[in-house]
């Protein structure tokens, strides 16, 4: 053969070389667009999820005082169960969900939580009673309470470490535009009949098939490890959760606290002191719910910024916001007050869900999730009683003494958490030694 042959030859063979080539870049492209799609709709199935959950208290709460005209000879109490009792079942779900999330698989707990939240919630329009109406209520609630843990693992489950600061205040964002959105429409509804309101639990429709079509059929082992591991470990495992995430869960605990703490005083201190007329107290209250907004935005742009002095930000903007809370007869000073508390709050949401499930590893990211759902609960449902309990204790009856007792529940979990950083310091040096 000629050397001219041999070039021909050659010069054939490159181009079938590069033909080969860039068939397998397209494939490699076609290949990642297809990833990227999916971890996208992935993504937005896990919002739909924690936009649901924002929606089980909230989204009746504009009928209250219809539902209690309805029924007359109600117990107050029960009444305001409607709102309460679906976050007091997540405490209870907490309990198994470990063991449920090692027997079923993601989107089965998924699906199921989305049909009991559909039918707890649609079936409160159909009840006769206030008896029969608080029983949709805790079914509601089981559903809610096998939703809110897998809302905050599933992103450390599917998604990396950076990416999770970032998704986190994404959660942030779309619960509190959902809340916002539905309270608006209930509020509609309940102008035409508080069983109308229920009808804001249809949502769940659109995310049941976000989540049957999107979320991967998989099973997260959880803190036990393997399925075939014997009680004694899984207890171990399940232990060895709580010890890395316990500072993360006691920090959500307090923030949740002094959160609520705002809730049930705000208004009546604003109202109390005429500092603004009725009718405008929702407006001022929405200051909080704007700084957060704002906040999860940004936060994981505020995560880089501030590094390991996170915390520290969380806990000097909670300090703040409930001490401007605290001064009396300004209302300049309560919305700054309530804009410091809705930055902290949207911070610490972000972040403590993120870091709880990151300090895990990935097959115990729901049982982690569990943990701080569990506190947040718990933080909701103990503030009056753990506030009282401090103004008894400290002789206190001003009305305001929740801020005061809240602000200082802050300042501790400042200090456990610059001695929890300082701990862990040591460990990891100790480790490169």
Same mark, same amino acid.
């Given at each position: 053969?000629?050397? =001219?042959?041999?070039?021909?030859?050659e010069m054939t063979e490159v181009k079938m070389t590069a033909v080969k080539m860039?068939?397998?870049? @397209?494939?490699?492209? =076609?290949?990642?667009?297809?990833?990227?799609?999916?971890?996208?709709?992935?993504?937005? &199935?896990?919002?739909?999820?924690? %936009?649901?959950?924002?929606?089980?208290?909230?989204?009746?709460?504009?009928?209250?005082?219809?539902?209690?005209?309805?029924?007359?000879?109600?117990?107050?109490?029960?009444?305001?169960?409607?709102?309460?009792?679906?976050?007091?079942?997540?405490?209870?779900?907490?309990?198994?969900?470990?063991?449920?999330?090692?027997?079923?698989?993601?989107? @089965?707990?998924?699906?199921?939580?989305?049909?009991?939240?559909?039918?707890?919630?649609?079936?409160?329009?159909?009840?006769?009673?206030?008896?029969?109406?608080?029983?949709?209520?805790?079914?509601?609630?089981?559903?809610?309470?096998?939703?809110?843990?897998?809302?905050?693992?599933?992103?450390?489950?599917?998604?990396?470490?950076?990416?999770?600061?970032?998704?986190?205040?994404?959660?942030?964002?779309?619960?509190?535009?959902?809340? !916002?959105?539905? %309270?608006?429409?209930?509020?509609?509804?309940? &102008?035409?009949?508080?069983?109308?309101?229920?009808?804001?639990?249809?949502?769940?429709?659109?995310?049941?098939?976000?989540?049957? =079509?999107?979320?991967? /059929?998989?099973?997260?082992?959880?803190?036990?490890?393997?399925?075939?591991?014997?009680?004694?470990?899984?207890?171990?495992?399940?232990?060895?959760?709580?010890? =890395?995430?316990?500072?993360?869960?006691?920090?959500?605990?307090?923030?949740?606290?002094?959160?609520?703490?705002?809730?049930?005083?705000?208004?009546?201190?604003?109202?109390?002191?005429?500092?603004?007329?009725?009718? @405008?107290?929702? !407006? !001022?209250?929405?200051?909080?719910?704007?700084?957060?907004?704002?906040?999860?935005?940004?936060?994981?742009?505020? @995560?880089?910024?501030?590094?390991?002095?996170?915390?520290? +930000?969380?806990?000097?903007?909670?300090?703040?916001?409930?001490?401007?809370?605290?001064?009396?007869?300004?209302?300049?000073?309560?919305?700054?007050?309530?804009?410091? +508390?809705?930055?902290?709050?949207?911070? &610490?949401?972000?972040?403590?869900?993120?870091?709880?499930?990151?300090?895990?590893?990935? /097959?115990?990211?729901?049982?982690?999730?569990s943990v701080i759902m569990f506190m947040r609960s718990l933080g909701q449902f103990?503030?009056?009683?753990?506030?009282?309990? %401090?103004?008894?204790?400290?002789?206190?009856? /001003?009305?305001?003494?929740?801020?005061?007792?809240?602000?200082?529940?802050?300042?501790? %979990?400042?200090?456990?958490?610059w001695v929890n950083g300082l701990v862990r310091s040591s460990l990891k040096k100790?480790?490169?030694?």
């Amino acid at each position: 053969m000629s050397a =001219k042959d041999n070039a021909a030859v050659e010069m054939t063979e490159v181009k079938m070389t590069a033909v080969k080539m860039t068939e397998v870049e @397209k494939t490699e492209v =076609k290949k990642t667009e297809s990833e990227m799609k999916n971890r996208s709709m992935v993504l937005w &199935a896990i919002l739909s999820l924690s %936009m649901a959950n924002a929606l089980v208290g909230t989204g009746i709460s504009p009928a209250l005082g219809v539902i209690r005209q309805s029924f007359p000879d109600a117990p107050g109490v029960l009444v305001q169960m409607i709102v309460s009792l679906p976050s007091l079942m997540v405490i209870a779900v907490a309990i198994p969900f470990a063991w449920l999330s090692r027997r079923y698989s993601v989107r @089965k707990l998924c699906a199921a939580g989305l049909v009991l939240f559909l039918a707890g919630g649609l079936m409160g329009g159909l009840a006769s009673g206030i008896y029969t109406l608080v029983l949709t209520r805790i079914l509601i609630g089981a559903g809610y309470g096998l939703m809110m843990p897998l809302s905050v693992g599933l992103l450390s489950y599917f998604f990396t470490r950076e990416e999770q600061h970032r998704l986190n205040g994404g959660i942030v964002i779309w619960s509190s535009v959902s809340s !916002i959105i539905c %309270m608006v429409l209930a509020g509609y509804l309940a &102008a035409i009949s508080w069983r109308a309101v229920f009808l804001v639990y249809l949502f769940g429709i659109p995310c049941l098939w976000l989540c049957l =079509k999107h979320i991967p /059929d998989v099973t997260v082992t959880g803190a036990g490890g393997a399925a075939g591991d014997d009680r004694a470990r899984r207890a171990r495992g399940n232990l060895g959760v709580i010890r =890395k995430t316990w500072v993360y869960g006691a920090g959500t605990f307090v923030v949740f606290v002094g959160y609520f703490a705002i809730l049930n005083n705000c208004s009546s201190i604003i109202l109390s002191e005429g500092l603004i007329s009725g009718e @405008k107290v929702g !407006i !001022i209250m929405s200051f909080q719910t704007v700084s957060s907004l704002v906040t999860g935005l940004y936060i994981g742009k505020l @995560k880089k910024l501030l590094g390991r002095y996170m915390g520290t +930000f969380i806990w000097l903007c909670s300090i703040g916001g409930l001490l401007s809370l605290y001064a009396k007869n300004s209302l300049a000073l309560t919305m700054l007050g309530l804009v410091l +508390f809705g930055i902290a709050l949207a911070s &610490a949401v972000g972040t403590f869900n993120a870091e709880a499930c990151i300090a895990c590893e990935r /097959d115990e990211s729901l049982a982690a999730g569990s943990v701080i759902m569990f506190m947040r609960s718990l933080g909701q449902f103990s503030s009056p009683l753990v506030l009282g309990f %401090m103004a008894r204790t400290a002789g206190a009856s /001003d009305i305001r003494f929740p801020y005061e007792g809240a602000a200082l529940l802050s300042v501790v %979990m400042m200090g456990v958490f610059w001695v929890n950083g300082l701990v862990r310091s040591s460990l990891k040096k100790q480790a490169a030694c």
